[in-house]
């Protein structure tokens, strides 16, 4: 070993023991337990699918799942074949397509009102350790669902349930709410060189 590998490692060693210690402090403050919501937004890909881990994690660990897909009205996805299987998993589709292809307002909004429903139920299980509402952004800013009751009831869910949503453009008032908000961003993506979604991946 010459002087300068061993001068190398020993730097990268110091480095490492400081950034050790950091870490370790920061988890040794993390000292509260309790329910989290999460927000995953953004125009990138992956927010259900991050969320979908999540289920996949909870399960693993033995626990209880809820999945309420709104605006989406496929049944025939990986993950609902998948999880569904798992009797500790709930698994909700709750829409009937995308606003461009219904183009009735009045029927997504009862669509909408019919799914939260479902929602709330869940939201209100204490048995239930994680719920995840995949696209709800969309039923905030497109006014299907009243956002101040939504955000009420996702207050007063039961202290230790985690909650977990999704989809583009969320507001201002549920980032604030959140405790943990991902924003997926979009540099590149297969479909705009006329890829069509792919089962495993997309599907």
């Known amino acids: 070993m010459t002087e300068e590998t061993a001068d190398l490692d020993a730097r990268h060693r110091a480095r490492m023991q400081r950034k050790k210690a950091l870490i370790d402090a920061g988890i040794a403050r993390a000292t509260d337990e309790r329910g989290l919501l999460l927000v995953l937004t953004g125009n990138g890909k992956g927010k259900s699918s991050s969320a979908f881990g999540m289920v996949a994690r909870a399960l693993g ?16 996805t990986g993950e609902e074949a998948y999880f569904s299987l798992d009797e500790d998993c709930e698994w909700h589709v709750l829409g009937e397509g995308f606003t461009w292809d219904t183009q009735d307002r009045r029927r997504d909004t009862e669509t909408a009102e019919r799914g939260w429903a479902v929602a709330r139920r869940l939201l209100q299980d204490p048995s239930c350790d994680l719920v995840v509402l995949d696209e709800l952004t969309y039923l905030l800013s497109y006014g299907y669902l009243d956002a101040e009751t939504v955000l009420s009831e996702l207050r007063a869910r039961p202290n230790g349930q985690h909650v977990v949503v999704t989809g583009r453009g969320a507001s201002d008032a549920l980032i604030e709410m959140a405790d943990t908000v991902t924003e997926m961003r979009d540099i590149k993506h297969a479909y705009r060189a006329g890829v069509k979604a792919q089962k495993g991946i997309d599907l």
Do not use: E, N
């Open 61 to 76: 660990h033995g626990l209880r799942v809820g999945v309420c897909q709104f605006i989406k009205s496929r049944t025939d």
